[in-house]
């Protein structure tokens, strides 16, 4: 009886090393100073700190220049028919019903919304990176599965040809054989055309980098390792944050709001000087260099309930973003769930395909011995090589699978991004 050789299953398949190929860790930092996603969030934040400054402009005082010229055809008595006016003004707000105060508040409070906000989507782009890497290595192991498959199709067409012209087997046989080569084939060329596009998808993540002719690092599995994690630190989640600080947003911004039931208070100085026409000669009147100080006070006592109505809409906006809150609140429970879940069923499905692995491969094994001492047939052959490539394809998914629930839940407790 001949010795059965079984072919031991080894991860470190996965784990092959080229030092000029672009690893997983090298990907994610690619990512994360080109995908355009982020640049347009940075965008965004950069603007909230602007705003910030914008608003921090209404706590220092105006200064004001104006020029104005005066021809008169017909002037009256006492009147010049030309003259010119020159006046500098320097004003300050003295109160304004709280508002700028309000809005300086509201608009620091929208930039650090603005901060947790651009750090989610690293975040989702990191974890988007991982998954696009995923895929590439898994489409490039299917497309190495097939390959092996139509290589043991070839063999077995040539095998039963030899047979055919023996007169051992029937050609219907033979062409069964033929047919199961050519779908095989047809499974290396569609193999080919998703690994293209998985390598497409993957550049776009990385800011459009040219993947072409680039190597991509099998896994390194110490760079995705399973942490502990903590419940608790869902809350901290920077889209719960985000949407905290947008909350205590709107809050000021209803304060603005409720400015208009308040009187508001300016100061002026200004300095007048007069002129003869475009000349340099001063008017030679008791008006000219005035210097005039006043301060102005104003109370708005009714505007058709436009204040009442603006404190309205903000209360309401403000009730709507605390429900986003509790609302996003539960998805991220959620999230953590499905993806705690998927790793248990990744680990458990991983330690299954390996055995499964190994059995197809032992069984195509005394199938192909089968074959060549003329007990087995070429259906027995083909069915054998069908369940392998089989057993093949769900380990390698079982295997990255594992790994996208791993990074998955990296990135519901949000592992810093450097």
Do not use: C
Request: charged share 25%.
């Amino acid at each position: 009886m001949k010795k059965i050789k079984l072919i031991t299953l080894s991860l470190t398949a996965f784990l092959a090393v080229n030092l000029n190929a672009l690893t997983l860790d090298e990907a994610v930092q690619t990512a994360l100073k080109n995908n355009f996603d982020i640049q347009s969030k940075s965008y965004d934040y950069y603007e909230s700190l602007e705003n910030v400054n914008l608003n921090k402009s209404n706590y220092l005082p105006k200064l004001d220049a104006s020029y104005s010229y005066t021809d008169i055809d017909r002037p009256n008595m006492g009147v010049e028919a030309q003259s010119a006016t020159a006046l500098i003004a320097l004003s300050y707000n003295l109160f304004n019903g709280f508002k700028d105060l309000a809005l300086k508040e509201s608009s620091q409070y929208l930039a650090k919304a603005s901060s947790y906000s651009l750090n989610a989507t690293k975040q989702d782009i990191v974890l988007n990176t991982k998954s696009a890497y995923l895929n590439y290595l898994d489409k490039q192991n299917a497309k190495e599965t097939y390959e092996s498959a139509y290589k043991l199709f070839k063999q077995q067409y040539e095998d039963s040809k030899n047979r055919y012209e023996q007169g051992i087997i029937a050609k219907n046989d033979l062409l069964q054989v033929q047919v199961n080569m050519s779908n095989a084939k047809q499974n290396v060329v569609k193999a080919q055309g998703d690994l293209n596009v998985a390598r497409f998808e993957l550049s776009n993540i990385l800011g459009g980098v040219d993947l072409t002719n680039e190597t991509i690092e099998k896994l390194d599995e110490e760079s995705i390792q399973i942490s502990n994690y903590d419940e608790s630190l869902l809350e901290n989640r920077s889209e719960i944050q985000a949407l905290l600080f947008n909350l205590k947003s709107i809050k000021e911004l209803e304060k603005s709001a409720k400015a208009g039931f308040y009187p508001k208070v300016d100061a002026l100085v200004s300095h007048n000087k007069y002129y003869d026409g475009f000349s340099t000669n001063s008017i030679k009147t008791g008006e000219d260099n005035q210097n005039i100080a006043k301060v102005n006070a104003t109370w708005n006592l009714f505007n058709g309930g436009y204040d009442d109505s603006m404190v309205t809409i903000y209360k309401t906006k403000y009730l709507s973003a605390n429900s986003l809150l509790n609302k996003t609140k539960l998805e991220i429970k959620l999230q953590y769930e499905n993806a705690k879940s998927n790793l248990e069923v990744a680990l458990q499905n991983l330690e299954t395909s390996k055995l499964a692995l190994l059995q197809a491969q032992e069984n195509y094994e005394i199938v192909k011995n089968r074959f060549d001492e003329g007990i087995s047939t070429t259906t027995d052959l083909t069915d054998a090589n069908y369940l392998l490539t089989q057993a093949k394809q769900g380990f390698n998914k079982a295997y990255f699978d594992k790994y996208l629930a791993i990074s998955t839940l990296d990135r519901i407790f949000e592992k810093e991004v450097n």
